[in-house]
């Protein structure tokens, strides 16, 4: 039996996707996207469920709508996987900063002993004192994680000396070091913060823009080619809540005059549901002014 890993294997990975449809996404104008208004995870799982049967679908939007862009259709797993990878992207930019104030703590208590160690080492012409003045001394956090830095170095090339003449350890200075080094990078990553913010904002709105526009394209085929069915919402759900459907529930009563039936003339309703794309479509089919092939740009 195929365990669930192995099938896990089959699976597109995101980032594939996403540098497929990287430079469709970066040519969009930044004046034409769509600001997130979903929760991501979610809508990216429904609209993965939803497409094989969108797929299933494909032969018969080619053949009633010709002109339609099946691409939209093609296209949509990828744009879906890169929205996700887009979304994972993004929240990690925009996490809370590491917790610097606790790191903080623990490096000026490091910084008191090994300064404590030191002062009384140069006391007894076992360290160069005059080494010590270049330490800042301030509370910064920046000065106390250099300050951490210029102490572990110190105190380490005076090791064959100091050793057993002192408190603190090899391990204490190995510590001091990689404090150092971690406030640092910290420091250096939390500056970066608002452009890398900014940019992963604005990544995440070019595959949703892309994203959506598929979904609803592909939803609105479906609703045309499905429409004596009256199953658009089955098929191809609304990402947002709140949303009419086709067909009421069986348990809710409701009036002859109001229930929507799966006539052409009874589709009154899609564009609440689907693009503009479908009302075109539908004036076609009844012969009405604009009566032209749907779909057409």
Same mark, same amino acid.
């Given at each position: 039996?195929?365990?669930?890993? &192995?099938?896990?294997?089959?699976?597109?990975?995101?980032?594939?996707?996403? &540098?497929?449809?990287?430079?469709?996404?970066?040519?969009?104008?930044?004046?034409?996207?769509?600001?997130?208004?979903?929760? /991501?995870?979610?809508?990216?799982?429904?609209?993965?469920?939803?497409?094989?049967?969108?797929?299933?679908?494909?032969?018969?939007?080619?053949?009633?709508?010709?002109?339609?862009?099946?691409?939209?259709?093609?296209?949509?797993?990828?744009?879906?996987?890169?929205?996700?990878?887009? *979304?994972?992207?993004?929240?990690?930019?925009?996490?809370?900063?590491?917790? !610097?104030?606790?790191?903080?703590?623990?490096?000026?208590? *490091?910084?008191?002993?090994?300064?404590?160690?030191?002062?009384?080492?140069?006391?007894?012409?076992?360290?160069?004192?005059? =080494?010590?003045?270049? !330490? =800042?001394?301030?509370?910064?956090?920046?000065?106390?994680?250099?300050?951490?830095?210029? /102490? &572990?170095?110190?105190?380490?090339?005076?090791?064959?000396?100091?050793?057993?003449?002192?408190?603190?350890?090899?391990?204490? /200075?190995?510590?001091? &070091?990689?404090?150092?080094?971690?406030?640092?990078?910290?420091?250096?990553?939390?500056?970066?913060?608002?452009?890398?913010?900014?940019?992963?904002?604005? *990544?995440?709105?070019?595959?949703?823009?892309?994203?959506?526009?598929?979904?609803?394209?592909?939803?609105?085929?479906?609703?045309?080619?499905?429409?004596?069915?009256?199953?658009?919402?089955?098929?191809?759900?609304? !990402?947002?809540?709140?949303?009419?459907?086709?067909?009421?529930?069986?348990?809710?009563?409701?009036?002859?005059? =109001?229930?929507?039936?799966?006539?052409?003339?009874?589709?009154?309703?899609?564009?609440?549901?689907?693009?503009?794309?479908?009302?075109?479509?539908?004036?076609?089919?009844?012969?009405?002014?604009?009566?032209?092939?749907?779909?057409?740009?």
């Amino acid at each position: 039996m195929e365990s669930i890993g &192995s099938l896990a294997n089959d699976e597109k990975l995101a980032a594939e996707a996403m &540098s497929r449809i990287a430079p469709e996404a970066a040519a969009l104008s930044a004046d034409a996207l769509s600001k997130v208004n979903l929760d /991501l995870q979610q809508a990216t799982s429904t609209i993965l469920g939803v497409i094989p049967e969108a797929m299933a679908l494909r032969e018969r939007i080619l053949q009633e709508i010709p002109a339609f862009d099946i691409s939209q259709l093609d296209k949509l797993e990828d744009y879906t996987l890169a929205l996700r990878f887009a *979304h994972a992207a993004y929240q990690t930019a925009t996490r809370p900063p590491d917790a !610097l104030r606790e790191l903080f703590t623990e490096a000026a208590a *490091h910084r008191t002993r090994l300064l404590a160690d030191a002062t009384a080492l140069a006391l007894r012409d076992l360290i160069d004192e005059s =080494k010590l003045e270049a !330490l =800042k001394g301030a509370n910064g956090i920046s000065n106390v994680a250099q300050d951490l830095q210029m /102490l &572990s170095q110190i105190l380490q090339e005076s090791w064959q000396r100091i050793q057993g003449k002192t408190s603190a350890t090899e391990e204490d /200075l190995q510590t001091a &070091s990689r404090l150092a080094t971690r406030i640092t990078r910290l420091v250096g990553e939390r500056d970066q913060t608002p452009p890398v913010e900014a940019e992963a904002i604005e *990544h995440r709105e070019r595959v949703f823009t892309l994203t959506m526009r598929a979904y609803d394209e592909v939803r609105a085929a479906v609703a045309f080619v499905r429409r004596r069915e009256g199953d658009v919402d089955d098929i191809t759900p609304s !990402l947002y809540t709140g949303r009419a459907r086709y067909r009421p529930s069986p348990t809710t009563p409701t009036d002859d005059t =109001k229930k929507p039936d799966a006539s052409v003339n009874n589709m009154q309703v899609l564009p609440a549901v689907a693009s503009d794309t479908v009302t075109a479509a539908i004036a076609a089919q009844k012969g009405g002014p604009g009566s032209k092939e749907p779909f057409l740009t």
